[in-house]
Structures are given as C-alpha cells and as structure tokens.
C-alpha cells in the first residue's frame, strides 16, 4: 500500500528489512547498540562485524535519538540506529516513540538519503503494542513528510501477516482523516 505527499512515496510493505534496496535502513537499537536479537540482531548478522565496529565508536544512543553508520554488506549505504520506549503505557512513550522516527528522518535529510526503510520501532521485545505504534509512526511520518521535502521514499516493512495488516488499516483510516 502507499501514498503520495508531495513528491515523496510513503509505502507499507511486508518483507526483510534487511534486503530492502534503500539508500538507509533503520535499526530498532538497543541503547548500546549492541547486536542484540530481533531487528537488530538481523541487521548486525547482514552487515557483518564491521558494523558493531563501527557502532562501538558512537558511544551508545540515548531513547528517541538517532545516529548513523554504514550499511557495510547490506544493501543499504547507511545504517540509522534509534532507540525506541520499552512500552509503559504513559503519554511519555508515545513522544518518544514518535521521536524515533522524527529523529530518523532528519538524519536521512541531513546526510542526502533519498529512500530510507524503517521497521516497526518498539514492537517486538519493547512490548508497543502494534496498532498503537502503527498510529504513531505513520502520522509521524506524515505530518514530517507535509513539513520537509528531499526524501523520494520512505518504507515501513513489516515482518510478517499481521503486523502488515495492522499496519495497512491504520494507513488507510489516517487517509480517511486527512481528506
């Protein structure tokens, strides 16, 4: 599924975030950046160890921070890390989670990234629960994309069925909103 906003493709598709043929993917780190399981242990393991190498020079990622890399043998030229909220349920997730992918686009302008691919920040072992996340990070996007211009496009790839799904749903009901 996708839209326009402006010149920019905003798209949902299901797949490996790892393979995605971007300019930038974006890793849900840890705040080490350590290649920890989920996402991004996948991304570590695709790059090769020169990514953690990498990473051990930036001095860990505060939460709703971005920083970047390499995409070493990803795809990928660059590599965003962010942190996103473990899940508590407070207003405060929601601003941080929302930071996560605010943070992540800036840096894509900043450093000329044309396309940029995120996973589903803070769902897996975080705990968001997914429709939630969906929420924000889609009206994040938006309301970032109506704002800035530079980027051609921006992918949300989720791993399996359901979360693509939910994810479709509450694009096509923001849609709604929005017209």
């Known amino acids: ?7 920019t493709t905003f798209e949902i598709v299901k797949g490996d975030i790892t393979k995605q043929e971007v300019d930038a993917i974006v890793n849900a780190a840890n705040p080490r950046l350590t290649p920890g399981g989920g996402v991004s242990g996948a991304i570590h393991r695709a790059a090769g160890k020169e990514l953690w190498e990498e990473c ?3 001095g860990g990622c505060k939460t709703g921070e971005a920083k970047i890399t390499r995409g070493y043998k990803l795809k990928a030229k660059y590599v965003i890390h962010t942190v996103g909220p473990v899940y508590k349920g407070s207003i405060e997730d929601e601003k941080l989670l929302a930071s996560c992918y605010k943070n992540s686009l800036k840096l894509a302008l900043e450093h000329n990234i044309k396309s940029i691919a995120f996973p589903a920040i803070s769902t897996g072992v975080y705990g968001y629960p997914m429709e939630e996340a969906a929420k924000v990070a889609i009206k994040t996007i938006i309301d970032f994309l109506k704002e800035n211009e530079g980027l051609e496009l921006v992918r949300l790839v989720l791993y399996n069925d359901k979360a693509y799904e939910i994810h479709k749903k509450v694009m096509e009901e923001i849609i709604r909103e929005m017209e």
């Open 1 to 7: 599924m996708q839209i326009k906003i402006g010149d």
């Open 56 to 58: 051990k020079k930036l």
